[in-house]
């Protein structure tokens, strides 16, 4: 009971994280959830800046060592983003440091997060309005 306690507390913590920022999505094909947390809140334009992105299972278990790419761009203007963010660190407990991600314009932004364990590739889409 003293051990099952403690990770209670911190399941509800990440819970509750997820659901303040209100942004998981699902991947299309249902393989997994994603979040995401900016260092910058609220996002800035033209401000380099990393986030962490979480990723689970819909059951809720963290997804340890898959292999993120990111990528972004403004479907309304018809471009991406003018930088590359790449994952640099596993944090653990599903948590992936992304580096590179800057915003260069006020608007609608969509960025994919493709995630790959194993032979399971699955996306997932989230969108900002900056």
Do not use: C
């Not at 995401?36 to 800035?44: I, M, N, S, V």
């Not at 944090?91 to 608007?107: A, L, R, S, T």
């Not at 399971?120 to 309005?129: G, I, K, Q």
């Amino acid at each position: 009971m003293k051990v099952i306690l403690p990770m209670l507390a911190g399941l509800l913590l990440l819970s509750a994280a997820a659901a303040e920022t209100g942004n998981a999505v699902a991947t299309e094909g249902g393989h997994f959830v994603v979040s995401y947390r900016p260092e910058l809140e609220p996002l800035a334009i033209n401000r380099m800046h990393r986030w962490i992105v979480h990723v689970e299972r819909p059951d809720g278990t963290p997804v340890e060592d898959a292999e993120l790419t990111l990528a972004g761009g403004m479907p309304d203007h018809n471009h991406g983003m003018p930088t590359v963010p790449q994952v640099t660190r596993y944090i653990g407990g599903g948590d992936y440091q992304v580096e590179g991600m800057k915003f260069h314009m006020n608007g609608r932004w969509l960025v994919t997060v493709t995630v790959a364990v194993g032979d399971v590739s699955d996306t997932a889409t989230l969108e900002l309005r900056l």
